[in-house]
Each structure stands twice: as structure tokens, then as C-alpha cells.
């Protein structure tokens, strides 16, 4: 079995291994579990790419070494995922209220997503129209 981070854990379920992911909170320069959840069992969002004439770099990041990935665990909570291709940096997961994990999924263009978790898109957002949630 491959483990995704250190924050990994496994456990036994009708004889198959389920990986379980550890989420920590970090506060004052300590760190404590915050939750967990099964990726497996979790709806996974990929972040948005563009090209810059050389590489694939993250629209949420602006860099290509550093990525992002959104999950919406079993039970509806939003996950996010944060890595980097540089060696020595951890793979972080923290939980992220609705209405960030709403601009997570508008910036990378999971239209449909939004729609299915938080209702119908209007025709337009921005200032001076009547929608009143946050956009990017």
C-alpha cells in the first residue's frame, strides 16, 4: 500500500485496507488532529492548470510546484489538499467552510459542482449584480 503523507493511517473493513487521512490544525507552533477522512470514499476536485509557454503551472497557486486538490468527504465536509513536486515539503489537509471551498471550485471551473452542492449559478456575478455570495 502507498501512502500519501505521514498523516496516513490504515485500518481493516470487511477484510479489504481502507486508508484513512489525519488532518491536523496548526496553531502557536504546535499541531493537533483536527479530524480525518477516507480519499477513497471522498469526491475529488483537480485544481485548474494553465501554460505558461513552458510549464503547467496551478491557477490557485500561480506556480508549477505547487498544487491543490479539494475533496468533499462522505459526510459533506470540504477537505483541502495541499502539495508541492519539491522534495522535503510535506502534504498538508485542513477542513475549509463552504463558501471557500464555493470559490475553490468557480476558480477551477467545476461549474457543475457548485451547482450540484450550493444551488444554480446565476447569469452574472460581480459588482452591482444582485448575487450576494463572494466570487473571486
Not at 32 to 40: A, H, I, K, S, T
Not at 62 to 84: I, M, Q
Not at 98 to 109: D, E, K, M, N
Request: aromatic share 10%; hydrophobic share 35%; net charge negative.
Amino acid at each position: 500500500m502507498v501512502l500519501q503523507s505521514k498523516a496516513n493511517a490504515a485500518r481493516r473493513t470487511k477484510g479489504t485496507i481502507m486508508a484513512r487521512t489525519n488532518i491536523y490544525k496548526y496553531e502557536a507552533g504546535s499541531r493537533r488532529l483536527d479530524g480525518w477522512f477516507q480519499p477513497e470514499n471522498a469526491e475529488r476536485f483537480d485544481e485548474a492548470t494553465r501554460w505558461d509557454g513552458q510549464d503547467l503551472v496551478s491557477i490557485l497557486t500561480n506556480d508549477g510546484d505547487d498544487h491543490e486538490t479539494l475533496y468533499r468527504t462522505a459526510e459533506g465536509k470540504w477537505v483541502l489538499h495541499r502539495w508541492s513536486q519539491w522534495e522535503g515539503n510535506g502534504d498538508t489537509y485542513e477542513f475549509i467552510e463552504a463558501a471557500q471551498a464555493r470559490i475553490w471550485l468557480l476558480t477551477c471551473h467545476h461549474d457543475d459542482a457548485v451547482e450540484e452542492h450550493f444551488g444554480a449559478l446565476p447569469d452574472e456575478a460581480g459588482p452591482g449584480v444582485s448575487d450576494s455570495r463572494p466570487v473571486p
